[in-house]
């Protein structure tokens, strides 16, 4: 991975939808585990999802559980986070990340040695 750029952010009503893409430059794409992350003003940077490289495996934040999806195609470099009944508390910088490997700490924003440069999301109420 190269490089790695997110779309998609925007303004959105609660209640509604968004999906996130993130762009990924490079032929080893698929020999990555991909996540999304999060930061609204005055906060740290959050875990949100998950994918492993081959898509068989998905983690996701409490916060989020069962109104985001996470998934990848990588015959096209890209990994999405579709974003369901959001909520104004899920405004923030949406960001994507990669790293080689995962573990225990897959949450931690530490374990991903690639990012994006973020994408506006913002929940209005």
């Known amino acids: 991975v190269q490089l790695m750029v997110e779309s998609g952010g925007g303004l959105v009503q609660a209640g509604g939808s968004l999906r996130l893409s993130c762009a990924a430059s490079?032929?080893?794409?698929?020999?990555?585990?991909m996540a999304w992350f999060r930061q609204a003003p005055g906060k740290e940077r959050e875990f949100v999802a998950l994918?492993?490289?081959?898509?068989?495996?998905?983690y996701y934040a409490d916060s989020v559980k069962g109104r985001f999806t996470i998934s990848r195609d990588n015959a096209k470099n890209t990994g999405y986070l579709q974003m369901n009944s959001l909520k104004p508390e899920d405004t923030a910088v949406y960001y994507c990340?990669?790293?080689?490997?995962?573990?225990?700490?897959?949450?931690?924003?530490?374990?991903?040695?690639?990012w994006g440069q973020g994408t506006q999301v913002t929940v209005s109420s």
């Open positions: 994918i492993t490289w081959s898509g068989g495996s998905t």
């Open positions: 990340a990669a790293s080689t490997y995962y573990g225990s700490n897959y949450r931690s924003s530490g374990t991903y040695a690639y």
């Open positions: 490079g032929r080893t794409f698929s020999s990555y585990h």
